[in-house]
C-alpha cells in the first residue's frame, strides 16, 4: 500500500467537503439513492483522513514533549522566529471555500467561483503546442464571464482539473494505472461534476489546460481551417444552441396622409445540437516510463485527431443523425450550377460571383481543395484578370506550403482564396460542389465545452493477446452547420 502523505490527506479532504456542501445547495431536500451513497461514502473517507490526520497530530505532541524533557535544563533559550502562514495560489483550488459557512450568498460563491478560475488560467499555459496562449486565454476568460452556467460548471471544472494535485494524479493515473491515493478518486469528482451539469458521463475531466475544446480559436493548425474563418459558439450548462436570425428589412413608399404599410421583418430560430465525437490514442508503457513530458504531448495527439475529424466534417458531413452539415454538400448554401455540362471553366467563377448577393460580398472567401486551385491557377494565361498578376501565370504566386488556418495567400478575383484539404477534387463529376464563395461568419460551429478520457490500461491484439499498450479515448461535443444558406454560392458541376 503506498503512504498517502499528510498534505495529500488535508487536500483531500478539502476536496470531498466543497463536494458535499455543493450537493447540499443542488439538492435542498432529500438525496436521490445513488447521490446520498456517494455523499455518505464521502464522510466516511473524510473521516478516515481526519482520524489519520489527528493520529499524526498526537504523534507529534508526544515527541516534542519527549525531546523537551530530555533538553539540557541550564541553556539559554531565545524565542524562535514567529511563522506566518499566507494564503498561496493553491487555496484557489480548494473547493471548501465556496460552500456554506465559507460564503454569505450565491452571489458572492459565484464571483469567488469566478475570481479564482480567472487567476488560475492567469497562471497556466495550454499544452497544445501550436496554441496562441493570450488569444486562448481571452476566449475563456469570455466564457467564464459571459458564458458560464447558472452554477457555475466552467469555473467548478478549472477549478477541479486545473489544480497541481490533480495534474499530478492525472499523470500517475495515465502513467501506472493504480486505483490507489487520490489517484482513485479522479473518477469521483468527474462523477460530482457529471451532478451539476449535463456532461459526457464516466471517465476522467482531462486538465483543462490540455483541454481543446477550451481553445475558442483552435490551434491554428492548416488542417482545419474552419475554425480560423467560421462562426465559433461554446456553451456550457446544455446541449442546444438557439439562435435568432431576421431577414432583410424591406422598405416601401407610400402615400401622403394614409395609414403606414406594415413591412417587418422575417424572423426564424436556427438550432444546434452538440453531438458526441471521439478520437483515440495509444502509447506503449516504455513510452510512458521513459517520457515524462509524455502527459504533454498528448494533448498535441488529441488536438490533431481532433482537428483532422472536424475538417473532413465540416467539409462534406452529411448533416443527418450525429454529423455535422459540410459547407461542400450540395445545398448546404446556394448552388450555383455550371454553365457548361460536366465542366468546370473560367466563366463559372464570374458567374459564381455575381450571384452572390452583395451584402455578403465584403467578407466573402474562396474554398477549394488544393487540386482544384492548382486546375483554377492553369487558368490564368495573361494580365492576371484571376489572381491579379501582371505577367500571367508565373507569377501568380505559389501556395504556401503549410498554410496557417488555410489561408493560401492568394487572392481570386479580389477574394481570399482558402484551401480545405477535403473538398472534392474531381472537376468533372455531376453534382459535385468544387468550390464556394461563402461569407463564413453564416457558418457556425457549435462546442459544448469540456472533454473527457477513457483509460483503458491494456490493449489487446486481434487474439486477444496484450500488446503491452495502454489507450486514451477522448470523448467531446460539438456540431457545424450554415446559418443562412444564401450567404454562400456553391460551385456545382451540372
Excluded at 459565484?110 to 486565454?137: C, E, P, W, Y
Excluded at 486505483?179 to 457529471?194: C, D, K, M, Q, W
Excluded at 474563418?229 to 461554446?234: F, K, M, S
Amino acid at each position: 500500500m503506498e503512504y498517502i502523505t499528510q498534505e495529500d490527506k488535508a487536500s483531500r479532504v478539502n476536496e470531498l467537503t466543497g463536494l458535499l456542501s455543493r450537493m447540499a445547495v443542488e439538492y435542498p431536500g432529500v438525496l436521490p439513492a445513488d447521490v446520498q451513497t456517494k455523499y455518505d461514502d464521502m464522510k466516511a473517507e473524510i473521516a478516515k483522513h481526519q482520524a489519520d490526520m489527528a493520529a499524526w497530530a498526537a504523534r507529534q505532541q508526544d515527541l516534542e514533549a519527549l525531546v523537551r524533557a530530555e533538553a539540557p535544563k541550564n541553556v539559554e533559550r531565545g524565542e524562535g522566529p514567529t511563522i506566518v502562514m499566507r494564503r498561496t495560489d493553491a487555496d484557489i483550488y480548494d473547493l471548501n471555500q465556496y460552500g456554506r459557512g465559507h460564503v454569505s450568498s450565491l452571489e458572492e460563491r459565484d464571483q469567488k467561483f469566478l475570481d479564482n478560475a480567472k487567476r488560475s488560467l492567469d497562471s497556466s499555459m495550454f499544452a497544445q503546442s501550436n496554441v496562441i496562449q493570450d488569444k486562448a486565454k481571452e476566449g475563456v476568460e469570455d466564457l467564464l464571464e459571459n458564458h458560464d452556467s447558472a452554477n457555475k460548471e466552467l469555473a467548478t471544472r478549472m477549478l477541479l482539473t486545473g489544480s497541481p494535485q490533480y495534474k499530478r494524479d492525472f499523470a500517475a493515473s495515465l502513467r501506472e494505472m493504480r486505483p490507489i491515493g487520490t489517484v482513485a478518486n479522479l473518477s469521483e469528482r468527474a462523477a460530482a461534476l457529471a451532478v451539476v451539469g449535463t456532461t459526457t458521463t464516466g471517465g476522467y475531466m482531462l486538465p483543462y489546460t490540455f483541454d481543446p475544446t477550451f481553445i475558442k480559436t483552435g490551434a491554428w493548425t492548416s488542417v482545419n481551417p474552419y475554425r480560423q474563418i467560421c462562426r465559433v459558439e461554446q456553451i456550457v450548462g446544455s446541449n442546444n444552441w438557439q439562435g435568432v436570425s431576421v431577414g432583410a428589412v424591406p422598405a416601401i413608399y407610400e402615400t401622403e396622409a394614409l395609414a403606414v404599410t406594415e413591412a417587418g421583418p422575417t424572423f426564424a430560430r436556427p438550432s444546434l445540437t452538440a453531438q458526441r465525437a471521439s478520437s483515440f490514442v495509444s502509447l506503449s508503457y516504455e513510452t510512458l516510463q521513459d517520457r515524462p513530458d509524455v502527459v504533454s504531448e498528448i494533448a498535441d495527439l488529441i488536438q490533431e485527431g481532433k482537428d483532422t475529424l472536424e475538417e473532413a466534417q465540416f467539409s462534406v458531413g452529411v448533416g443527418t443523425t450525429v454529423y455535422p452539415l459540410g459547407m461542400f454538400v450540395k445545398s448546404t448554401f446556394t448552388v450555383k450550377e455550371t454553365i457548361t455540362n460536366d465542366t468546370f471553366a473560367v466563366a463559372d467563377l464570374d458567374a459564381t460571383e455575381a450571384a452572390l448577393p452583395i451584402r455578403h460580398r465584403a467578407a466573402a472567401v474562396w474554398g477549394f481543395s488544393r487540386a482544384v486551385i492548382r486546375i483554377i491557377q492553369g487558368w490564368e494565361t495573361a494580365y492576371g484578370k484571376y489572381f491579379a498578376s501582371t505577367l500571367g501565370y508565373p507569377s501568380v504566386g505559389e501556395l504556401q506550403g503549410n498554410p496557417p488556418g488555410g489561408n493560401t495567400g492568394l487572392s481570386l478575383l479580389g477574394y481570399p482564396v482558402w484551401e480545405f484539404p477535403s473538398a472534392p477534387v474531381t472537376v468533372t463529376g455531376d453534382d459535385t460542389i468544387v468550390g464556394i464563395l461563402v461569407s463564413p461568419k453564416n457558418y457556425m460551429i457549435l462546442d459544448r465545452v469540456g472533454m473527457n478520457v477513457e483509460l483503458i490500461p491494456n490493449l489487446v491484439d486481434g487474439s486477444g493477446l496484450p500488446t503491452g499498450q495502454r489507450g486514451i479515448l477522448a470523448l467531446w461535443r460539438n456540431t457545424a452547420k450554415a446559418l443562412n444558406a444564401d450567404a454562400g454560392r456553391q460551385v456545382n458541376i451540372n
